[in-house]
């Protein structure tokens, strides 16, 4: 139909669309993959798959490996800059979504083969650790020798200084001082930043490691060496202007320019983003540098992302690399459709959410006699893998550009579209195989796959999407379309199920193989959504 809105009305030999489709049919070289060809509606060339060569593929993955099936993207080496809490305060629900959907878009880009740093640009530097220090001198005057336990909740601590700071006008004046101190270079100080950020940086271990992510920390202190001359060449460059005191740069579109030094010659987050880009693009030599944060910080980012464009570091067609991509998501709302808060209005720890779905999923085992059937520590591996699998997901499924409602009653049911339920469905699966009694891997060397049931060809041609689907979540930047992608596959699985029998049928090595195909192509879904995949339940 395209072609004829070109050629038509220009003496072409062809009658209408269907009569250029029929051509084009016949020109097509003969391929094992097409079964057959033919016209539909005004105009549309409809290509059949052949079922033998989807059942090839199907068995080579099988035999190959899953891995076989990763999308390659173009580049060779990206930074995901996520997570990136802040030193001495409490990890929220918007660094969980950071967290998660960093984690996952990570693990999709190192699928497809591409290099990734995983950076951890956490916020170790900056005037509120005047205060910490000062605080932390007083109550321990013999710093050295103190420990986390003495310290105890470090967002009490820093909500306690942040008191004396706002009432106490002698020590908010050492305080200040204190900063100029640290930024200063002055031993004693330094040692007691980094007594605050190894409290600090212990307690975000611990929530990395049982959400099982990796991070490499780049504070921003790591880039304070740099600023200085990444400054100097974007003056040489003529953009960086004196306003009211500050050094700034202006922005088309931007009333307000970003502040680059300011008034009392310090740096900030711009200038440090700034550097950051610097340092990625010149000394780590990522094509692709991916930020996640909340939608709040948008500005800030296509802000900086213009200046780094004006100096000429960056190519002006935002999809060309080397690129930056700011991944922005909403806010976790609470059931009063407000930011997600305790009933004390303190911002959620997110160990007690962890230790929440933990315990919830536990109970509902345990509820189905699951703790008579298995041991301890499955019943305990189930629970945290069911708990967080159900955790993530539900931060992953919806558009991240739209807020989501909290709720572990909605992401623990294990029906509709939640990860319990897909835990479930992939458990089902292996329980089928279990039942066969049949060795799966000997199976998989000699046996064949036929699609002629149509639920057959349905789930086999949804599995071969897997590639695409993973290809199209990395260059959208979007897991959602991999947690939808996994739901129909279920979803597939089940309408094949239900028609198609599978253990004493005739069918029942083809059938098999095909139960095993969709785990496998399951289980690499969980891997790539940070999921643990459970083979009982
Ligand atoms: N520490 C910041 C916050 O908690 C997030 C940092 C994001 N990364 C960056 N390069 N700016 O809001």
Not at 190 to 198: D, M, P, V, Y
């Amino acid at each position: 139909m395209g072609l004829w809105s070109i050629i038509k009305g220009k003496g072409t030999q062809f009658k209408g669309p269907p009569a250029v489709g029929q051509a084009l049919i016949k020109s097509l070289p003969t391929s094992e993959m097409v079964e057959s060809c033919s016209i539909a509606g005004p105009g549309f060339v409809n290509v059949v798959l052949s079922a033998k060569w989807m059942a090839k593929s199907i068995e080579n993955m099988l035999i190959d490996g899953i891995d076989t099936w990763a999308p390659t993207l173009s580049v060779k080496r990206a930074v995901v800059d996520f997570s990136s809490p802040n030193i001495a305060k409490e990890m929220h629900v918007g660094h969980l979504r950071s967290t998660i959907i960093g984690d996952t878009l990570a693990r999709m880009l190192e699928y497809s083969k591409v290099e990734v740093l995983r950076r951890n640009h956490v916020g170790d530097w900056g005037t509120q650790f005047g205060m910490l220090i000062e605080f932390l001198f007083e109550k321990f005057p013999d710093t050295d020798s103190v420990t986390e336990t003495a310290i105890g909740d470090l967002q009490m601590f820093y909500k306690k200084s942040k008191l004396k700071f706002d009432l106490d006008p002698e020590f908010k004046e050492k305080a200040q001082q204190a900063v100029v101190r640290l930024q200063g270079g002055d031993p004693v100080y330094l040692k007691a930043w980094a007594k605050i950020c190894e409290i600090s940086r212990n307690e975000f271990a611990k929530v990395y490691q049982r959400l099982r992510v990796e991070l490499e920390e780049k504070g921003e202190s790591f880039y304070n060496p740099y600023i200085a001359n990444v400054i100097e060449e974007l003056s040489s460059k003529g953009l960086v202007e004196e306003s009211k005191g500050a050094r700034v740069i202006f922005i088309e579109g931007f009333k307000a320019p970003l502040i680059v030094v300011k008034s009392d010659g310090g740096f900030n987050y711009a200038s440090t983003d700034l550097t950051a880009l610097w340092y990625r693009l010149n000394e780590e030599k990522a094509e692709w540098i991916i930020y996640l944060t909340d939608l709040g910080q948008q500005q800030h980012f296509h802000m900086f992302f213009k200046a780094a464009r004006k100096a000429g570091w960056l190519p002006d067609d935002d999809k060309t690399y080397p690129r930056v991509n700011h991944v922005g998501f909403g806010l976790v709302l609470g059931d009063d459709n407000k930011r997600f808060r305790t009933r004390s209005t303190e911002v959620v720890r997110l160990v007690d959410l962890l230790d929440e779905a933990k315990d919830r999923s536990k109970a509902a085992l345990i509820e189905r006699g699951k703790d008579k059937e298995w041991t301890p520590e499955e019943l305990d591996q189930t629970a945290e893998a069911v708990g967080y699998g159900a955790l993530k997901y539900a931060d992953l499924k919806t558009n991240r550009l739209t807020g989501y409602t909290f709720s572990f009653d909605q992401m623990l049911n294990d029906k509709g579209d939640t990860a319990v339920y897909l835990l479930y469905a992939h458990a089902r699966i292996c329980s089928i195989i279990r039942k066969s009694s049949k060795d799966i891997d000997e199976l998989k060397k000699t046996g064949k796959i036929a699609l002629d049931h149509a639920a057959e060809r349905a789930l086999g041609l949804h599995m071969l999407q897997f590639a695409e689907t993973v290809e199209e979540a990395c260059t959208t930047l979007l897991p959602n379309v991999l947690c939808k992608y996994l739901y129909y596959l279920s979803e597939e699985f089940t309408k094949f199920y239900s028609s198609c029998q599978v253990n004493g049928s005739a069918e029942e090595t083809s059938r098999l193989l095909l139960c095993e195909a969709t785990a496998i192509v399951m289980r690499k879904c969980f891997h790539l959504l940070g999921i643990t995949p459970v083979y009982k339940l």
